[in-house]
């Protein structure tokens, strides 16, 4: 039988009644609530579909409706299995915590499910590089690879013109603290030249026997020793796209006849096509799940790499998240203004302008506090966010800061560093309900515990990463770890104490076993685990404003940083970059002037619709006085707070 034939065959076979689709809802929503009609519509398609889903529409919950279905019906007809991916490991996460029933069925063999990194890399890239170097690939930091460049610069004549170059750029500048710092910004520009960091002269032209020396040294490392950055998989992952041969191809189709790529509008380039040409969608069910008005990322290559819906594109359109007149907000940003229907219907959220110039910028702050109180938003636990595009501080233009004299561009809330804060970020984690990032903080708490404890990767004698991990987590300690993480994730409190109690206990069965102790935090240094290290969220130093008055923390963050929470209010600050503003680039979208033909544009577009998309009830918005005025009624339904007067 040929592989288009059973194909047929074998979606034919998925009809969904309407007994089953109320056990799905009685399983994955809350009592009483049902899919409305476009979900259902998604979940009863069994063909190669775009999905384009609108922020809040529970995509999620969707595709796990979906797996529940193929689960029930496994095994499927010729050994076929079933490939979800996404850019993180939300979804494996939720099957655990969701499906828990089905858990083992639909993440053992023959299906997979994972990111579409680590697919490609196992699938594409290491098998390719494998038959290169003919043995195990090992994936490096750069501070390591720099050392093993460094060494065979050293001790090999035929890289005697590349060490000369090196070193005498080392010795004459003072970009760099040590020489292996030196040698990890070494890397090659588009136009082939040898070159280091930002630094803008080249250090050897494209056809000097120095930067041909650089080439063989990284190439020489693949093939005597296996050894690639994290940085190059992506490189290579091109070069074995380019010579995938047809047969190979053919293999994923016979295995996997169900394939759902989640958040696919943050594919880049090589990820599409590499999962284009492995997903034939005429021989597999492949879906591609996600808003292409969501892809917002810092790229030259973004419309080279811009997701075009197919004429089929199925949408869901109808939000759980915000009240109407958020979406109404949000229609007029979407490409051809699809509509959204929010569930909940119109709120009295209405949403709220803040108008300022130049001498009153600081008052925007007590402004959303005043929106927040006119709202009756006084819940200490809420969520509560301002929001910006531009934050560096070497650009010219209004920027976050300017909102705020104490914003602070180099903080990274989402990175502690010490034992409490893991334990801190993953309990707020869970209270928002974000187990991907949960899952992601427990792997790098754990590797920071091997790192201390001395236990190494038995498979490449090296410190454990957080992608390493993965192996001795899913072989060896999968039960203990899953188990973990259930009791984790089902805790009635989601406060310190009860947090850092399961994770102490993950902790000692597994980095405790590795190291022989029933107790692993014996290893830990004690600055490590100085409770007085804690970060103080109500302190100003994270970008967090404390309202005293109502004990409510108001977070300053940029719009990348926030893409995929849900807040209860969120204020977009205007910012600028460019010589405009994000504000006034978007007006042309509300009604107003002639729309730009520049990238940014674009970006702004996007970038204010994530934005603008976060709130599940006040949607407040920032502008300084000149666009206020160029937006002519574009606000007039909004609620106005004019800090100008008074």
């Known amino acids: ?52 889903a ?140 040898l070159c280091i960091g930002n630094q803008k002269r080249a250090l050897a032209g494209a ?19 296996g050894m690639i950055r994290y940085k190059d998989a992506y490189s290579y992952a091109k070069e074995a796209m380019d010579n995938l041969s047809e047969a190979y191809t053919e293999l994923f189709s016979m295995r996997f006849k169900y394939v759902f790529i989640d958040e696919y509008q943050d594919c ?14 005429n021989k597999t069910c492949v879906f591609h799940i996600g808003d292409p008005d969501q892809a917002i990322y810092d790229s030259e290559k973004a419309q080279e790499t811009e997701w075009l819906l197919n004429e089929e594109c199925m949408e869901m359109a109808s939000s759980n998240r915000y ?34 110039n130049e001498d009153t910028r600081d008052r925007v702050v007590d402004a959303f506090i005043t929106a927040l109180n006119q709202n009756e938003l006084y819940d200490s636990k809420g969520i509560y966010k301002m929001i910006g595009l531009v934050k560096r501080e070497e650009l010219a233009g209004l920027k976050i800061g300017d909102y705020w004299d104490k914003f602070n561009p180099n ?22 309900g974000k187990l991907y990032s949960v899952e992601n903080e427990v792997r790098r708490l754990l590797c920071k515990l091997f790192g201390y404890t001395g236990s190494i990767d038995s498979a490449t004698g ?33 406060t310190i104490e009860n947090v850092n109690a399961v994770i102490r206990e993950i902790a000692n069965n597994i980095v405790g076993a590795e190291c022989n102790e029933t107790d692993a935090f014996l290893k830990v240094p004690l600055y490590f685990m100085d409770e007085t290290k804690l970060i103080d969220s109500s302190k100003s130093g994270l970008n ?61 577009r996007k970038c204010v619709y994530v934005g603008m998309s976060r709130p599940n009830k006040l949607l407040c918005l920032a502008i300084q006085e000149s666009t206020y005025i160029k937006s002519k009624c574009v606000f007039s339904d909004w609620n106005l707070i004019d800090c100008r007067s008074g």
């Open 323 to 356: 009240g109407q007149e958020v979406a109404d907000v949000l229609v007029n940003l979407r490409t051809e203004k699809r509509k959204i229907i929010s569930s909940k219907g119109y709120l009295s959220y209405v949403p709220t302008l803040i108008v300022f």
């Open 54 to 193: 609108c922020p809040g529409s529970g995509k999620t919950t969707v595709l796990l409706a979906k797996l529940k279905l193929l689960a029930e019906r496994m095994p499927l007809p010729d050994g076929a299995g079933v490939c979800v991916l996404s850019h993180t490991n939300v979804a494996v996460n939720e099957i655990k915590i969701k499906l828990n029933e089905y858990a083992d069925r639909l993440i053992n063999y023959p299906n997979y499910v994972g990111t579409i990194q680590s697919f490609v890399d196992k699938f594409v890239t290491m098998p390719y590089l494998r038959n290169i170097s003919g043995r195990n690939i090992q994936v490096v930091d750069n501070r390591t690879y720099a050392n093993h460049m460094l060494i065979k610069m050293k001790s090999r004549s035929k890289y005697r013109a590349l060490k000369f170059v090196v070193e005498k750029n080392f010795e004459t500048g003072n970009q760099f603290t040590d020489q292996l710092e030196h040698i990890e910004a070494l890397h090659i520009r588009d136009n082939g030249t």
């Open 411 to 432: 903080i990274n809330v989402k990175n502690p560093n010490r034992y409490w804060n893991y334990i801190d970020k993953i309990a707020k984690d869970l209270q928002q």
């Open 207 to 225: 056809d000097k026997p120095s930067t041909e020396q650089f080439k063989n040294l990284i190439s020489n490392l693949l093939k005597e020793e």
């Open 462 to 494: 090296n410190k454990y990463t957080v992608h390493s991990i993965k192996s001795i987590l899913s072989e060896k300690y999968f039960d203990v770890y899953t188990d973990g993480f259930l009791r984790l994730s089902s805790l009635q409190s989601y």
């Open 544 to 604: 967090i404003y404390f309202d005293e008055t109502h004990n409510r923390k108001i977070i300053f963050d940029t719009v990348h940083g926030v893409k995929g929470e849900t807040h209860d209010a969120t204020l977009y600050l205007e910012t600028e970059n460019k010589n405009s503003s994000d504000i006034k680039r978007i007006l042309p979208y509300l009604g107003v002037g002639k729309l730009g033909s520049s990238k940014e544009v674009e970006q702004s």
């Open 1 to 52: 039988m040929k592989i288009s034939e059973r194909t047929d065959n074998l979606m034919s076979e998925i009809h969904i009644n309407d007994e089953e689709i109320e056990e799905v809802e009685k399983l994955l929503l809350p009592d009483f609530c049902h899919f409305p009609d476009d979900a259902k519509k998604v979940i009863c398609c069994w063909k190669s579909s775009d999905v384009a």
């Open 268 to 281: 880049d380039l090589i990820q599409r096509q590499v999962l284009n040409k492995i997903f034939d969608k």
